[in-house]
């Protein structure tokens, strides 16, 4: 059975730090993109982050740039997304997703974790 489960997620102060994982099962993991998106509260959902499936090429949105890492452990078939320099305006629904050759058309998606940026 295919499975995406995000972990990580929870309260952190401004300016803290996160470390979302995302663990894989039931496909082959190496092969594919993994994305990372999420949705604030009353927004759209945003792709935020992406890494390709051999993990050497990273991208990511401007609002997150330089305080966010993306990577991944094929070995362990797992994602992480490294989030410092946390604000209250990263609280949201985070995601992850894989995708063949891509971040932008999902093919599976994970049930999300919650991060919450407040003091």
Known sequence: QLQLVESGGGLVQPGGSLRLSCASSGFTFGIHHVGW????????????????DKGDSVN??????????????????????????????????????VGFESC???????????VNVSS
Not at 37 to 52: N, Y
Not at 104 to 114: A, I, K, M, N
């Open 37 to 52: 998106f999420r949705q604030a509260p009353g927004k759209e959902r945003e792709g935020i982050s992406c890494i390709s």
């Open 60 to 97: 990511y949105v401007d609002s997150v740039k330089g305080r966010f890492t993306v990577s991944r452990d094929n070995a362990k078939n797992t994602a992480y997304l490294e989030m410092t320099g946390l604000k209250p305006e990263d609280t949201g629904v985070y995601y992850c997703t």
């Open 104 to 114: 932008d058309l999902p093919l599976y998606w994970g049930q999300g974790t919650h």
